[in-house]
C-alpha cells in the first residue's frame, strides 16, 4: 500500500505528450509572399488600399439599409442555425474537458436470490436470502500519453472552427440583403426608365395614327409604332417581378413570412450609390479577416490532434481506482462482516495490431487533406477578390461609356426639339431622337444594377461584416 503514492509519481513523471505539435507549415500557401501583397485589380476608381471597415454597407449611407442588416442579424433562420452548433461545440469542449477530472458513481441494489453452491466450493445447495450491496467508487485516468490533452485540443480547434463558420454566415446573411435591398432599388429605377419610353412610344403611335388619317403615313408605320409599344410595356412586367422577388427575398432573410414584410421598411426612393472606391485592403488583411480561412485553419489544427488521439491508442492506458461499501445479506449491510473497499491502479492495454497503426495512417491522411483544403481556401479567396474587383472596374468602364452616350442621345434630343420649335423639323425627328435618349437611359439603368450586384460580390469576396457582431478573432484562432 505504501508504494501506490510512489508508482503515481513515478508514472506522472513519465507522462508525455504523443503526436504532432501543431504549426501552419512553412509550405502553407497562405505563408507566400504573394499571398499578403496588393490587390492588382485595386485600381482607381473601383477600389483601393484602404482597410474594409466593420460595417461595410454603411457606405452606402442608407438608413433603411442599414436597419434591414440589423433586423436580418437577429433574426435569420441559418444564423439561428449556425448558432446552435456554435453552442453544441462549446458544450463538447466542456464534456472534453470534463474527461480530466475524477469520475464517481453510486450501486446499490436489494434482490431475494439463492447463490450457487460451487460458485464458493460448495457441494450443497445454498438457501435462498436477501441480498444487498451499496458501493461508492472513483476513479482517475493518467493521460500519460497526452491523449486527452490532444483531445482538448481538437475540441478548442473545433470550436474556433464553428465560430468561423458562424461568423461566415453571417456575412453570407448580409450579403444577401444588401443585394435584395438594391434588387428592390434599381428594379423600381429601371421600371421608372421603361415607362419613360413607353410614354415615348405611345407619342409616336398618336402622331403615326394622325398622319396615316391625314393620308401621309402607311398603315405599315401604324403596325410598327404598334408593335413597338407592346413590346416596351412587355418590359415593364420583367421590373415588377424583379422588385417582388426582392422584396420576397427579404422578407425570408429577416425571418418574415411573405405577408409580414412591412412597405414602408423598403421603399427606397432612389438607389443608394456607393460614392467612393471600395477600401479593399491587401491580401494579408484579407487572409486574416475571412472567416472561411480561419475556419480551414482551425480545422487543419483539428486534424494534426486527432494525430496524437490516435497515437496514444497505441499505448496502454492507466487510470486509478477507488471503491468503498458493503455486499452481503441485507440485513448485515453496515456490519463488519460485509464491509469492503478497493484502491489501485487499473492498466488496459490493446496491444497494437495492423488495425491500429492504420488508423494512425488514416489520421496523417486526413491532416494532409485539411492542409491541402486550406491551401485552396486561400487560393480561392484571393481569386475571388481580384476576379470581383476586375468585374466591378471592367463594369465601371462601361458604365462611363453609356454616361457618355446617354449626354450625347441627351443634346440631340434638345437640339431636334429646339429645331422644331423653330419649325425646321417635323415632330416626328424630336419624338425619334427623344426615343433614342429613352434606350440610352434604359441601358444606363441596366448597368447600374450591374455595378450594385458588382459591389456586394466585391465586399462578400473580401469577407467583411461578421465583426460587427463583437466578436474578436482569439488568438489561437489566427492563422500562424
Same mark, same amino acid.
Given at each position: *500500500?505504501? +508504494?501506490?503514492?510512489?508508482?503515481?509519481a513515478a508514472?506522472?513523471?513519465?507522462c508525455t505528450?504523443?503526436g504532432?505539435?501543431?504549426?501552419?507549415? =512553412?509550405?502553407?500557401?497562405?505563408?507566400?509572399?504573394?499571398?499578403?501583397?496588393?490587390?492588382?485589380?485595386?485600381?482607381?476608381?473601383?477600389a483601393?488600399a484602404?482597410?474594409?471597415?466593420?460595417?461595410?454597407?454603411?457606405?452606402?449611407?442608407?438608413?433603411e439599409l442599414?436597419a434591414?442588416v440589423? %433586423?436580418?442579424?437577429?433574426?435569420?433562420? @441559418?444564423?439561428?442555425?449556425?448558432?446552435?452548433?456554435?453552442?453544441?461545440a462549446?458544450?463538447?469542449?466542456?464534456?472534453?474537458?470534463?474527461?480530466?477530472?475524477?469520475?464517481?458513481?453510486?450501486?446499490?441494489?436489494?434482490?431475494?436470490?439463492r447463490?450457487?453452491g460451487?460458485?464458493?466450493?460448495?457441494p450443497?445447495?445454498l438457501?435462498? *436470502?436477501?441480498?444487498? =450491496?451499496?458501493?461508492?467508487?472513483a476513479?482517475?485516468q493518467?493521460?500519460?500519453?497526452?491523449?486527452?490533452r490532444?483531445?482538448?485540443?481538437?475540441?478548442?480547434?473545433?470550436?474556433q472552427a464553428?465560430?468561423a463558420?458562424?461568423?461566415?454566415?453571417?456575412i453570407?446573411v448580409?450579403?444577401?440583403v444588401?443585394?435584395?435591398?438594391?434588387?428592390?432599388?434599381?428594379?423600381?429605377?429601371?421600371?421608372?426608365?421603361?415607362t419613360?419610353?413607353?410614354a415615348?412610344?405611345?407619342?409616336?403611335?398618336a402622331l403615326?395614327?394622325?398622319?396615316?388619317?391625314?393620308?401621309?403615313?402607311?398603315?405599315?408605320?401604324?403596325?410598327?409604332?404598334?408593335g413597338?409599344?407592346e413590346?416596351q410595356?412587355?418590359?415593364?412586367?420583367?421590373? &415588377?417581378a424583379e422588385? %417582388?422577388a426582392?422584396?420576397?427575398?427579404?422578407?425570408?432573410?429577416?425571418?418574415?413570412?411573405?405577408?409580414?414584410?412591412?412597405?414602408?421598411?423598403?421603399a427606397?426612393?432612389?438607389p443608394?450609390v456607393l460614392?467612393?472606391a471600395i477600401?479593399?485592403?491587401?491580401g494579408?488583411?484579407?487572409?486574416?479577416?475571412?472567416p472561411d480561412?480561419r475556419?480551414?485553419e482551425?480545422e487543419?489544427?483539428?486534424?494534426?490532434?486527432?494525430?496524437?488521439?490516435?497515437?496514444?491508442?497505441?499505448?496502454p492506458?492507466?487510470?486509478?481506482?477507488?471503491s468503498?461499501?458493503?455486499?452481503g445479506l441485507?440485513?448485515h449491510?453496515g456490519?463488519p462482516?460485509?464491509q469492503?473497499?478497493?484502491?489501485?491502479?487499473?492498466?488496459?492495454?490493446?496491444i497494437?495490431?495492423?488495425?491500429?497503426?492504420?488508423?494512425?495512417? *488514416?489520421?496523417e491522411?486526413d491532416q494532409q487533406?485539411a492542409l491541402a483544403r486550406?491551401?485552396?481556401?486561400?487560393?480561392?479567396?484571393?481569386?475571388?477578390v481580384?476576379?470581383?474587383l476586375?468585374?466591378y472596374?471592367?463594369d465601371?468602364?462601361?458604365? @462611363?461609356?453609356l454616361?457618355?452616350?446617354?449626354?450625347?442621345?441627351?443634346?440631340?434630343?434638345?437640339?431636334q426639339?429646339?429645331?422644331?420649335?423653330?419649325?425646321? +423639323?417635323?415632330?416626328?425627328?424630336?419624338l %425619334?431622337?427623344?426615343?433614342m435618349?429613352?434606350?440610352? &437611359?434604359?441601358?444606363?439603368?441596366?448597368e447600374?444594377?450591374?455595378?450594385?450586384?458588382?459591389?456586394v460580390q466585391?465586399?462578400l469576396?473580401?469577407?467583411?461584416?461578421w465583426?460587427?457582431?463583437?466578436?474578436?478573432?482569439?488568438p489561437?484562432a489566427?492563422?500562424?
Amino acid at each position: *500500500m505504501r +508504494r501506490l503514492p510512489l508508482l503515481a509519481a513515478a508514472a506522472l513523471a513519465a507522462c508525455t505528450t504523443v503526436g504532432p505539435d501543431y504549426h501552419l507549415p =512553412e509550405t502553407a500557401a497562405l505563408r507566400r509572399p504573394a499571398a499578403g501583397t496588393a490587390f492588382a485589380q485595386a485600381i482607381a476608381p473601383a477600389a483601393d488600399a484602404a482597410p474594409l471597415p466593420d460595417g461595410w454597407w454603411r457606405l452606402y449611407r442608407s438608413a433603411e439599409l442599414d436597419a434591414l442588416v440589423e %433586423e436580418a442579424l437577429a433574426a435569420n433562420t @441559418s444564423l439561428r442555425v449556425a448558432t446552435a452548433h456554435l453552442r453544441r461545440a462549446a458544450a463538447l469542449v466542456a464534456a472534453v474537458d470534463a474527461e480530466h477530472l475524477p469520475h464517481g458513481g453510486v450501486k446499490g441494489g436489494l434482490k431475494r436470490a439463492r447463490e450457487s453452491g460451487e460458485a464458493f466450493l460448495l457441494p450443497e445447495q445454498l438457501p435462498v *436470502m436477501n441480498e444487498g =450491496e451499496l458501493v461508492v467508487g472513483a476513479s482517475y485516468q493518467l493521460d500519460l500519453w497526452g491523449q486527452l490533452r490532444r483531445g482538448e485540443e481538437a475540441a478548442e480547434a473545433n470550436l474556433q472552427a464553428v465560430e468561423a463558420a458562424r461568423d461566415l454566415a453571417r456575412i453570407s446573411v448580409v450579403s444577401q440583403v444588401a443585394q435584395a435591398y438594391l434588387q428592390v432599388c434599381h428594379a423600381r429605377a429601371q421600371r421608372s426608365a421603361a415607362t419613360d419610353a413607353l410614354a415615348l412610344r405611345e407619342r409616336s403611335l398618336a402622331l403615326a395614327e394622325r398622319l396615316e388619317a391625314e393620308g401621309r403615313a402607311a398603315r405599315a408605320d401604324v403596325l410598327q409604332a404598334q408593335g413597338l409599344v407592346e413590346t416596351q410595356r412587355a418590359a415593364l412586367s420583367r421590373f &415588377d417581378a424583379e422588385r %417582388e422577388a426582392g422584396l420576397y427575398r427579404l422578407a425570408y432573410l429577416l425571418g418574415h413570412t411573405p405577408q409580414e414584410l412591412a412597405p414602408q421598411q423598403v421603399a427606397c426612393a432612389a438607389p443608394p450609390v456607393l460614392a467612393q472606391a471600395i477600401p479593399a485592403g491587401d491580401g494579408a488583411a484579407l487572409l486574416k479577416r475571412r472567416p472561411d480561412v480561419r475556419q480551414a485553419e482551425r480545422e487543419l489544427a483539428v486534424a494534426t490532434a486527432r494525430i496524437g488521439v490516435a497515437t496514444a491508442e497505441l499505448y496502454p492506458s492507466i487510470s486509478f481506482g477507488a471503491s468503498l461499501g458493503a455486499l452481503g445479506l441485507a440485513g448485515h449491510l453496515g456490519e463488519p462482516a460485509t464491509q469492503a473497499f478497493g484502491l489501485g491502479p487499473l492498466l488496459s492495454w490493446r496491444i497494437p495490431d495492423a488495425g491500429s497503426r492504420a488508423r494512425v495512417r *488514416m489520421a496523417e491522411a486526413d491532416q494532409q487533406a485539411a492542409l491541402a483544403r486550406f491551401d485552396g481556401v486561400v487560393l480561392q479567396a484571393l481569386a475571388e477578390v481580384e476576379s470581383a474587383l476586375s468585374r466591378y472596374r471592367r463594369d465601371l468602364e462601361r458604365l @462611363s461609356a453609356l454616361r457618355q452616350a446617354r449626354d450625347k442621345a441627351a443634346a440631340l434630343a434638345q437640339d431636334q426639339q429646339h429645331y422644331v420649335e423653330a419649325g425646321r +423639323r417635323p415632330l416626328a425627328t424630336a419624338l %425619334e431622337s427623344r426615343q433614342m435618349l429613352a434606350v440610352a &437611359d434604359i441601358a444606363l439603368a441596366a448597368e447600374a444594377a450591374e455595378i450594385a450586384r458588382d459591389q456586394v460580390q466585391v465586399f462578400l469576396a473580401l469577407g467583411g461584416g461578421w465583426e460587427s457582431s463583437g466578436t474578436a478573432q482569439a488568438p489561437d484562432a489566427q492563422p500562424r
